[in-house]
């Protein structure tokens, strides 16, 4: 018996529960791919059709009208890619006996690499907050901590901004040799802490305790919604740090810093497996942008020890 047509809500709910209980999708994951397959839902209904009926020439059609309406390639790609995964789901599951979205090519787009700090500039951005632990008072010296610490520990892990700002007190303790991170999707990994990280934690400790800070369950707490530092309060902070250290804001922001974590990290030699286990990517292919790294050092490694090399 065949099944009877489901409605396009009952059919995107379905697919973002299987998200949600096989693949741990994260909220604001499923929140991106409801957003986006309720205006692929819209598009077809415009033109009197269904997510049950639709075939290529819609797609094709709704992928024109976002182009029209001026979305980036990008964009355009993070939407294909949202219907091709409700199509296999719905595929898969018998809601469809084909899948429309299977042979729709994307848009084309130019690789762009991330912005990547060097060594000097982050030590220029330690220094920097290095200077403001003389500060006179306990307070001013107490959020110079903080930052410093902030900033050590994420140049020393590589962690998401979201992951470092709500790590727990107990990830300072002093025997502490691995952070366990919780990351996307409720995956777990463990990230090494170095000895400068460890110490730079003590020291903004020492300092919480000194001010008579409240205990809390928080590293970095804060008196918020969330109980710890917002990402965006941190964001603003080194980008004002960033303008003391000589560098220009905009070139700074906590995700720049993940960037020279992980290109620091392959400029030195590390495997790109290892660094897409720092990293917390699900795919290797995500943590493939860093490969321009590796194609220079493999480049340089060829003009200094080939012996046809030019001298």
Aim: charge should be positive.
């Amino acid at each position: 018996m065949a099944r009877r047509p489901q409605s396009d809500d009952t059919l995107i709910e379905l697919f973002l529960d299987m998200l949600a209980a096989e693949r741990g999708a994260a909220r604001n994951t499923l929140d991106a791919y409801r957003r986006d397959l309720v205006d692929f839902s819209a598009a077809l209904a415009a033109a009197r059709r269904t997510v049950a009926t639709a075939d290529n020439d819609d797609l094709r059609g709704h992928l024109g009208q976002l182009a029209k309406r001026g979305l980036a390639a990008a964009s355009v790609a993070r939407r294909l890619s949202a219907i091709r995964q409700l199509y296999r789901f719905l595929y898969s599951e018998g809601h469809r006996a084909d899948d429309p979205a299977a042979v729709i090519e994307g848009p084309k787009r130019g690789r762009s690499l991330p912005k990547v700090l060097s060594v000097k500039q982050v030590d220029d951005l330690l220094a920097q907050t290095r200077a403001g632990l003389s500060a006179e008072t306990l307070p001013e010296r107490l959020r110079a901590a903080r930052l410093a610490c902030l900033l050590e520990v994420l140049y020393a892990t590589g962690l998401r901004v979201s992951e470092l700002v709500a790590l727990p007190d107990s990830a300072a303790r002093r025997d502490q040799r691995m952070l366990v991170v919780k990351g996307k999707g409720g995956r777990e990994r463990l990230v090494p802490l170095n000895d400068a990280a460890k110490q730079t934690m003590a020291d903004y400790l020492a300092l919480r305790t000194e001010a008579k800070h409240e205990k809390s369950k928080w590293l970095f707490p804060s008196f918020g919604e969330s109980g710890h530092l917002t990402r965006q309060h941190f964001a603003r902070e080194l980008k004002g740090l960033a303008g003391a250290a000589g560098l220009k804001p905009s070139q700074v922001s906590p995700h720049v810093l993940r960037h020279a974590f992980a290109s620091h990290l392959l400029q030195n030699g590390a495997d790109l497996r290892v660094v897409q286990t720092l990293l917390g990517h699900a795919d290797i292919s995500t943590t493939q942008i860093y490969t321009h790294v590796l194609e220079e050092r493999l480049k340089s490694l060829v003009r200094d020890l080939h012996p046809l090399s030019e001298e």
